[in-house]
Nanobody, 128 residues
Framework: QVQLVESGGGLVQAGGSLRLSCAASGRTFSSYVMAWFRQAPGREREFVAAINWSSGSTYYADSVKGRFTISRDNAETTVYLQMNSLKAEDTAVYYC?????????????????????WGQGTQLTVSS
């Protein structure tokens, strides 16, 4: 059974940095697409970034491009989200998600319905 466990959230000042981790277990993830989504109170779940585990290709929401970096560690089966230049509007619960093969096209990676597994989320609060 696939399990995704996020960690690394917390309280940070605007302009600061933080790295989220998603520990994945229960499968071989070499053909999966892994992603980060976020959800702020009263808002829909929003795509942040995705990575094709096998190719390493990455995709980002316009709102985080240039500030966030998604990466994976094959040895530890962990996906990371490095977040720099944080803004108050980045405040949300951040979720890790996994999509079984086959990989979907990049244009569809932003839709939560395309993912099969989800973590429990980790809270990020950015103070202005």
């Amino acid at each position: 059974q696939v399990q995704l466990v996020e960690s690394g959230g917390g309280l940070v000042q605007a302009g600061g940095s933080l790295r989220l981790s998603c520990a994945a277990s229960g499968r071989t993830f070499s053909s999966y697409v892994m992603a980060w989504f976020r959800q702020a109170p009263g808002r829909e779940r929003e795509f942040v970034a995705a990575i094709n585990w096998s190719s390493g290709s990455t995709y980002y929401a316009d709102s985080v491009k240039g500030r966030f970096t998604i990466s994976r560690d094959n040895a530890e089966t962990t996906v990371y989200l490095q977040m720099n230049s944080l803004k108050a509007e980045d405040t949300a619960v951040y979720y890790c998600a996994a999509r079984r093969p086959p990989a979907t096209v990049p244009q569809l990676m932003r839709f939560p319905s395309k993912y099969d597994y989800w973590g429990q989320g980790t809270q990020l609060t950015v103070s202005s």
